[in-house]
């Protein structure tokens, strides 16, 4: 599990491409000191396993099914990462639970700013866009970030500079294409309640009659 807050911007070294997969060569500092091989690491949202560790960096398999989900698959060498291990259970929880594993892809619409903040509006597919609600939380190449406005096909998030300054989201720009992971508490909640109303009488119309 990993709380959306990002330890260091890491640089693609090497890219070895498969015929559905890849193995990505990630130069890296900090995150170093304590990982090994088998730990988890999130690129850029994408939870990934460390199948090596150097001095200078580490290496991690991408399955198909992850190069299908995510944006890693449009990596170049030289591209910057977001890189955060995964959280230790005596840790601080500073973000909000992000579990890596990508719901989809969303598009940058527009970059504003608005005094001391950059205002990003991300166009999302309406899978990901009906758990996405005002003041909730969600991931965006794995930074936490809180939902500020929500669109028909949208939605917008405010960052503040150090935020930017310390992520891959200084370096985005309008039509870069982001990892977008949802609140996994409501994705949860949806499956439960379909299953507990299939055999029974309450249904959304029922819910919505009696105030909820």
């Known amino acids: 599990m990993f709380t959306g807050i990002?330890?260091?911007?890491?640089?693609?070294?090497?890219i070895q491409k498969g015929a559905y997969s890849a193995i990505l060569k990630i130069q890296a500092t900090d995150i170093i000191q304590d990982t090994h091989l088998g730990d988890s690491i999130a690129v850029n949202g994408v939870c990934l396993t460390v199948t090596s560790v150097s001095s200078g960096g580490f290496t991690a398999d991408v399955m198909h099914e992850t190069?299908?989900?995510?944006?890693?698959g449009s990596l170049r060498i030289g591209s910057s990462v977001n890189l955060e291990r995964?959280?230790?259970?005596n840790g601080r929880f500073g973000g909000h639970i992000v579990s890596g594993h990508i719901d989809g892809t969303g598009t940058i619409l527009d970059i504003r700013r608005d005094d001391n903040a950059v205002w990003y509006t991300i166009k999302s597919p309406i899978a990901i866009l009906r758990y996405v609600i005002e003041k909730g939380s969600i991931a965006i190449d794995g930074i936490s970030l809180t939902v500020a406005r929500v669109y028909n096909d949208s939605f917008s998030v405010s960052v503040i500079p150090h935020t930017a300054s310390l992520t891959t989201l200084s370096q985005r720009r309008v039509g870069?294409?982001?990892n977008l992971e949802n609140d996994c508490i409501s994705k949860y909640v949806e499956r439960l309640i379909g299953k507990e109303t299939q055999n029974s009488n309450i249904t959304s119309e029922f819910l919505t009659k009696h105030g909820f």
């Open 176 to 178: 870069d294409s982001v």
């Open 67 to 72: 190069l299908n989900r995510s944006s890693l």
């Open 6 to 14: 990002i330890e260091e911007i890491g640089k693609v070294q090497g």
């Open 86 to 89: 995964a959280m230790l259970a």
